[in-house]
């Protein structure tokens, strides 16, 4: 087994690589390296090596869909390519790894392209946490030449919220940072939201930073379009089969550091949003309704299941 | 003009003095202050001294109705008690003070009482921010024998919770903390919530800390009973007259000190609780529905109007 | 004491009275055969057998406040008539006793009265369960000459459902008759619902048969007007200092006589129907919000609290 | 009996008088009229005669509560008089006349005084149909120096909007009119809500202009504050007792006129909003909440019950 | 024609088969009869006989689709088969019932692995009703080592909830049973909803025991989940055609044996449950929103249309 | 380039033509005449006319899928066709301009028969609007021997609803028009709500007659189901692609013919309902919810994205 892959899933795990879109990057260039490295002598033996670094990356972190299906979809190439040699077979991965990179990027592009255009002019954008494939259809907005604001929230526990805030603001977008808890009192100058997802549900159900299930519901009171972009491959079919999607609880420290030693600390890292809260999900196929994600799946990534 | 008076005002600008009821007091001592040292000889001098110092105290901070309803109520009593000698109306200012500090001190355990029942055993009760009110109730339950665990958010800016949190530990509770966004993924766990108050307006409205609005409204989803234990005279009585309960807003620095400079950072101290998703109002006259509080009023305290 | 005290009270413990008007009735006639019996031979004597009574009566059954007003007001009068001789106490307590029931009763021709003018001709009124007060106002709206329909539920598990069918049908009203279960089903052909109550808190919540929850909830989902119609002293006065109504629960075997053994079966015999699924309450003092109950009481019977 | 009476009640039944506020004034008048030219000899006989020319009032159009409080308020201060003599008793049906068109014209200017604080600066105003209490709010305002814009509807039938909307334009504000069916659109671009009323019912629901129901639900659903101007003595006693508002149905030609002949056109004048999406009663006695109506008129118009 | 489709039809219109896949397996088996005994010469003959069968089926009962798509399936086959002997196409029948029997076992069992997962440790299930289906998601649950409880209710009028009751506890499971009319009371201490499906619409809409549509809305309004489990099969073709489905209604007699003569008792066996109540249909292609069934369907059973 | 294409495109732009079934006509017309007409000498110059009619009849107005769905699809065709003389392609143009007429109106019949069976006997529908799909449908309807009433708005600015009366009433349907307004209180009137549709984004919203998301609101609220009737080709892909869907603003001079000149006097032709208050839509495909429409266009009409 290639070292790679257990650099990858260790530097995972201490989540020294963050934000799915990495996460899953760091897999494939394992996988790659393993590849590069592989001291397997027959096909038998090559999958093997993949089966075992899939489980080792797997195991990483739990709530990682993006990453899952890449691994997923390149070891299924390198099985359906019918090749024998190992060396072809290490070619596959290679080349596979590419194209499932290449189609990320297209699919970031894609979306940004597409979200856009849901920005009106002078319009003021709702977002929370910091998500690159938000800030980057934001940044592509500003390029088509939209007047905008930005609303963001500090996103308690890590301030993520800062990082988007000064994104914008290097973007000369007028930006507006208000803590979580005051997300409901400015809801009302917002004209939409925008936020990210860690994965998808087969109910139709997105998982995001903790928090973003509020302000679902906060702009479902009033009546304000809420919009999720994502990379379709961001589906865990895991759902599909009853599991439910593995909340990450993290360290207390991040929350309080020193807190009394009786209290409780809790630190998910994520929440649900109903499908019902969600207008639409702005993903490389368009505009979808959050209710038709897993026929869409099924219909342009059916290895997936 | 007494020094007092001046001084008690510079202290609840310059946030010295912190808490609903905590500025009430200093503003009752500094009338008794006044009153003790004034120079005035003759009725008139004397009222028109206790209307400067009206001023001066009302122009202190904006959103604090049980301050000024406590300086109305002991004008009143001097206005009314048909005095004339500057020497017997100090004295009205000197025992209406000490009345209403009594008084203030019986609606708390009143309010104690009555809610503490509410507080069933093995219940778990939700709060927000730090309510001196709130945490004396839950006191009250624990000596009653009440066994329960408390949830309450770390309340940002200014991590009020941690105050929640530290008296709860030292009453012997169970208590969990959480960043303000989770408090939608813990309400599931709670069976009710309670929460304080800063103002009360004439619709029924409860205006407290930041977040409180947000946190009825998931009372209100998953369908748990959200109380409000509030004095009632923290009813602000311009509100009927069709004033906005004034919001305000403090520093940014509170939520970002060195924040980016281009950046607009808001930092409202409450927010507004819609009457509609107050299950009852506990206060010295029982527990209420929001929608009739202003009767109320007008029927035990009528010259607040 | 009087041994009727103890018999009545035994009575309405075995369930042999019931429907709170009858329960108070009941109560009311042990006081007056107390005052007829009495071997007291001072006013403070009597005033505590007095007490004992009522001691024994509230402990007889749990959710019973018009039984507890009743008693309630026939001591405080007794209390105020500044009398001293036993003798003229007693007499008291048999002409407040007259007094309170002669009230009773017109309060129910009052509240029929009133409520008959809701049933608009060619109407169909859903109901739940058996309510005297409520038969009464569809008995008011016939002889009125209007034309009407009733869906009844059975209102499982005693089926008190078939007794309002039967005194419909004898009054000549067409009445369907559905399973609890059916409610939904049914209440698209209602033009408005109205029940009865056995208890109204100080929240202006209505406590009344197990079920009755449910089919405000519906009638809100269907945008139908749902009425409770009671008299004003279903009000139960411990709610204003943080009482829990207390919900009875009764004996498994009503819902299943011969349950197998581990089977845990519950039968609480109300539940609460929130004041926001009540259009209105329709009691002797006319149609009201009972979002004001508490405060019309305040105006009308102040020794209540 | 005066033939002002007469006179007055037809020109109401023939609409030649119109708005509440019209009406009330034209029956007032007409008491006075009878009071002057009556040919009453006894005490008794002149209140014969304003019995009867309550009936005739009365009668004149349905749903008129101010009318018809003004008419019971003059007869009942008559009639608590204890005059004898008819000449006294005249002067009292004038001067309380006077009395009421004063306290109406105080009404409506402290209403105003109360409202146009609701009215932030740079605020949008949407509005339905036209009240003359709504633009006197508006023009209120506009004199304290807000800057603020108005969306009114053309409010079908008979376009009343267009008064508004003239009326508006005529104070200089900056004024969109909509077909009736645009408000939810426009719904989004508005701050508040404020509405005239006819009647209020003692339940805290509001009769207004066709179309208002509809127009409170919208803006519930986009979570806009909802604000009904009135003054209280709109309140209609008659509900309290049971009785529906009626709803004046209006001739079908105000709609199509030269409709089809088998065409049924429907035209009712008024329609209900239900308290729940009614933020605030604007009225003399400040801002309250519907629920509170009815116990504020007990308290400060007793006489109307 | 063979006598056991006769049979079949008729003990399924008696009732003496019920449950919609034993309803679906004794149609399957009277189609396996009559391929048995069949007297038919040709191709066109036999054919001829299977569609009088189908038509005899169908007429049994009203809401079946299970056993009418099974029927439909199997006749599909055999034309499909391109088979010309009787004998061939006989043996076809046959063939298609075993696997259509096979494939139903095998989604329960699906349907059971998957819904398993969804039940998490010492959780609380709410049912309604009696279902195969669901029951044995629950005995897997239990293989799988969870600890949880249930909560049935009795489901009026033919108490099917004793049968879940009685099956849980010979599970070794903790069991409460309630009337239908206390679902309210006691959703709050569920932490889900699991109920069965007797079909689907092409709408998304869930058509099963009468009152779950009551508590689909209950779970809606206390925030927690709500699962359908169901074949895939139980879509009605016929909906998607613009049929209702038909909705069985059952003797009064279940509901009150002895009823008085003019009373109406309505006894609808099923109600419809809207798919926006609906969290997820879990089936045997996973965990889906009810709003893609019919794309499902399509996809996986296209002869179904 | 054909003359007919630019005369065509003029009629549309001036609203000479109207309705998305006519615009559509108009627009295969043209091209048909161009094919009839085409100088072109080449394939390659023969698809440039093509593709220059396409430019010219897109622009002659905002909201018309339908139109543009067509002209996509006969170029779609030609390009398709492998053909390379003018006189082939000019033959493609036509016969698939004649199939697209041909499956134009099947879709409409498909719709009407299975609309129709929505229509239960006895029951009141409530329309808005004209649209020639709907009442096509009631015609059906009535056909097939249903008896029922239709209540219809009159559909301001430009009374579209008194067509849909006048048709309504010649095929003897009991008929009742009302201001839009007043939808709100005939709603309670109503069993079910059929509109038509002018576009479906690919959210699964329905673009129609301004109103008609306020009607969908008011079903939601009274319960009642609200089904859309529409060609899957309205459906608009450009939403795929994250394109607003263009709200028409129409003549200001068809709300107000001489409206005063400072009045902002704004005429959107559409608005927006969301997928949320649609049960159903009734396309040729049959009733189908609103979120799986676009999975539906893929399957049926893939040549669309």
Redesign the interface.
Same mark, same amino acid.
């Given at each position: 087994m290639a070292q790679a892959v257990r650099v990858a899933a260790d530097r995972i795990r201490k989540l020294e690589v963050q934000g799915a879109r990495n996460v899953a990057i760091a897999a494939i260039k394992a996988l790659e390296a393993l590849a590069g490295e592989t001291s397997a002598k027959t096909r038998k033996e090559f999958l093997k090596e993949l089966s075992e670094a899939r489980g080792i990356l797997f195991a990483s972190r739990e709530t990682e869909p993006l990453m899952r299906n890449a691994v997923r979809w390149i070891i299924n190439q390198v099985e359906q390519s019918g090749r024998e040699k190992v060396n072809a077979l290490a070619k596959v991965v290679s080349s596979s790894s590419s194209q499932f990179l290449k189609n990320l990027e297209a699919s970031k592009e894609c979306i940004a /392209?597409?979200? %856009?255009?849901?920005i009106?002019d002078n319009s003021v954008v709702f977002t929370h946490c910091h998500s690159s494939t938000v800030t980057h259809l934001l940044s592509k907005a500003k390029k088509d030449g939209k007047t905008f604001e930005v609303i963001c929230?500090?996103?308690?526990?890590v301030f993520q919220g800062?990082i988007t805030?000064?994104e914008m603001?290097s973007l000369g977008v007028?930006?507006?940072?208000? @803590?979580?808890? =005051? =997300?409901?009192?400015?809801m009302?100058n917002a004209d939409l939201v925008i936020v990210g997802a860690d994965a998808i549900t087969?109910?139709?159900n997105v998982i995001n930073?903790?928090?973003t299930?509020?302000i679902a519901?906060?702009a479902h009171?009033?009546?304000k379009p809420f919009y999720v972009v994502s990379e379709l491959l961001k589906f865990d079919p895991a759902? @599909?089969?009853?599991?439910?999607e593995k909340i990450e609880e993290r360290s207390p420290d991040e @929350?309080?550091k020193g %807190?009394?030693e009786?209290?409780? *600390?809790?630190?998910?890292a994520f929440?649900v949003t109903r499908?019902?809260f969600i207008?639409?999900v702005?993903c490389e196929?368009?505009?979808?309704?959050p209710?038709?994600v897993? /026929? *869409?799946i099924?219909?342009k990534y059916p290895w997936v299941f």
């Open positions: /392209e597409i979200g %856009a255009k849901r009106r929230t500090e996103t308690r526990p800062r805030a000064k603001l007028k930006t507006t940072l208000i @803590v979580d808890s =005051a =997300a409901r009192s400015f009302r087969s109910e139709g930073k903790i928090g299930g509020t519901l906060l009171e009033a009546r759902t @599909v089969c009853g599991d439910y @929350v309080w %807190a009394p009786r209290l409780i *600390v809790r630190n998910p929440d499908r019902d207008h639409g702005i196929e368009g505009i979808i309704p209710h038709a897993s /026929e *869409v099924y219909r």
